[in-house]
């Protein structure tokens, strides 16, 4: 209602003073101008002291950012945090105090967080403002669109700057998670990895024949055996001692080599080995079965 007084104040006026210019009114019409104006002027000071009661919802928006930066590192340059808009039609009495930002009890801060701003002065009132957070993080992304079942390699992948809140699938930063690893779908250019769209690439088949190899106080001992399951790039499986017959458990080196571990070795964790290192020969196991 005051902005359609204003204007037509303004344009009432500007067309008397128009008048005058053209058939030269006397002062009394000058007068109706100058009133006219002055009409103008109280209705804008008018204005601005109605605007004056209310709480600018810039001010409330603010608060619940600050609150919610102290929490979470915001603008630290991989995190930050944007509350939502408010409705400009709010019309909330101007605090006498400085504004209150909180979270009710139990509240988890997430990708969008409900922040609560309270006035605690003569005229209290609480708003709740909706905060989105971001957190960005440098993760691996496709570097062209590659077929279902291809062989990932380091050309396969490009870093790229993206906001990770909202990934529910995961991520990966580490390309050594993917090096190696077999495409379980088509993937387009610019997508994320993820451990969902990988699998480990079998090296060793089952049934195949491999050799395994075994070290102990710098004694190698190579002996032929064959592959009961399929394995991959250093994953346990079981393999047949061809010399004895015994059934032993390896790790995949390669996809004709699998490393029988023994006590004291890196990689070993079976506490109660049932062959030791004294009488490792070419029955030789830390899993015998």
Known sequence: MELELLDFVSKLTS???????????RWPGRGLCAGLWLLLLASSGASSAAERQWQRTDDIRAAAE??????????????????????PRHRLPLCDQPLHAFMRRGTTIGPRTIVGV???????????????????????????TLPKGHLL??????????????????????????IGQRLKQQII?????????VQADQLVRRGQTVT?????????????????????????????????????????????????????TRGFSNATPKV????????????DR
């Open 66 to 87: 600050s609150f919610l930066e102290d929490r979470v590192g915001g603008s630290s340059g991989r995190t930050t945090v944007e509350a939502g808009a408010l409705d």
């Open 212 to 264: 395994l190899v075994a070290s102990s106080s710098g004694i190698n001992v190579a002996m032929a055996g064959k592959a009961l399951t399929d394995g991959a790039m250093n994953q346990r499986i079981r393999v047949e001692n061809l010399n004895s017959g015994r059934i032993v458990e390896g790790v995949v080196r390669s996809r004709e080599q699998v490393e029988i571990l023994l006590p004291g």
């Open 276 to 287: 030791t290192g004294s009488t490792a020969d070419t029955q030789a196991s830390n899993n």
């Open 15 to 25: 067309r008397r003073c128009r008048r005058q210019g053209v058939v030269g009114l």
């Open 189 to 197: 250019a610019g997508r994320p990895y993820t451990l969902t769209l």
């Open 153 to 178: 390699t380091a050309a396969d992948l490009s870093r790229d700057q993206r906001d990770v809140s909202r990934m529910n699938s995961g991520y990966i930063t580490d390309a050594n998670e993917l």
């Open 118 to 144: 309270r006035c605690s002065g003569a005229r209290t009132w609480t708003v709740h403002v909706p905060v989105n957070v971001f957190v960005s993080a440098e993760i691996l992304v496709a570097a062209r």
